[in-house]
């Protein structure tokens, strides 16, 4: 089955800083990447699908790159709303596979 | 709107049958896959497996040999078993949509809609 890494595991940054979060596979999975944000309490929320297509309704500070085995997530300028835990999902035929998470936290 | 909500005893015994419905308003169950995904606390997010509503099933591996899940399309409503529970079955367990977009003849998917989560606590 497929691994997912992400890194880093955790990070504090200042409200308007870029900030980015990398995925890695553990084998070729084109760009069947999602992203999602998770906060305290609450079911995850969709924000990426596609590696890089923004669902709708959410901020175009978001933004996912890549594909293959590598992705990239950002926040082109940190929001205090934005914090929360980050996770890539992949989907293949044989099922789905999370990342362990970035927790981001303002600095 | 969809919205999905996850109903079931939040208190199972070790080795018994962990049973969760989630019942799916606001739209139909028909012609999605429905998750059920599972979180335990302050750790990451496991699927656990996926229906279709035709009642076809795929499996987490590591999961599939005590997992079964069911669809009642007549009551909007899709179902998880895991048999055999242990205290390490003690999560936060999502119901979620496997949200659908088909680009040059491929499809992707991703969990557009979930519920809430239920807490479920394995204990004597």
């Known amino acids: 089955d497929i691994q997912m890494t992400q890194s880093p595991s955790s990070l504090s940054a200042s409200v308007g800083d870029r900030v980015t979060i990398t995925c890695q596979a553990s084998?070729?999975?084109?760009?069947?990447l999602n992203w999602y944000q998770q906060k305290p309490g609450k079911a995850p929320k969709l924000l990426i699908y596609?590696?890089?297509n923004l669902e709708t309704g959410v901020p175009s500070r978001f933004s996912g790159s890549g594909s293959g085995t590598d992705f990239t997530f950002t926040i082109s300028s940190l929001q205090p709303e934005d914090i929360a835990t980050y996770y890539c999902?992949?989907?293949?035929?044989?099922?789905?596979?999370f990342g362990p998470g970035t927790k981001v936290d303002i600095k | 709107q969809v919205q999905l909500q996850e109903s079931g005893p939040g208190l199972v015994k070790p080795s018994e049958t962990l049973s969760l419905t989630c019942t799916v308003s606001?739209?139909?169950?028909?012609?999605?896959?429905w998750s059920w995904i599972r979180q335990p606390a302050g750790k990451g997010l496991e699927w656990i497996g996926r229906?279709?509503?035709?009642?076809?099933?795929n499996y987490n591996p590591s999961l599939k040999s005590r997992v079964t899940m069911s669809v009642d399309t007549s009551k909007n409503q899709f179902s998880l078993k895991l048999s055999s529970v242990t205290a390490a079955d003690t999560a936060v367990y999502y119901c979620?949509?496997?949200?659908?977009?088909?680009?040059?003849?491929?499809?992707?998917?991703?969990?557009?809609?979930w519920g809430q989560g239920t807490l479920v606590t394995v204990s004597s």
């Open positions: 979620a949509r496997d949200g659908e977009v088909v680009n040059y003849g491929r499809t992707s998917y991703y969990f557009d809609y």
């Open positions: 606001g739209g139909s169950i028909s012609s999605y896959y």
């Open positions: 229906i279709y509503t035709s009642g076809s099933t």
């Open positions: 084998q070729d999975i084109s760009n069947y």
């Open positions: 596609d590696a890089s």
């Open positions: 999902q992949q989907y293949d035929n044989l099922g789905v596979t």
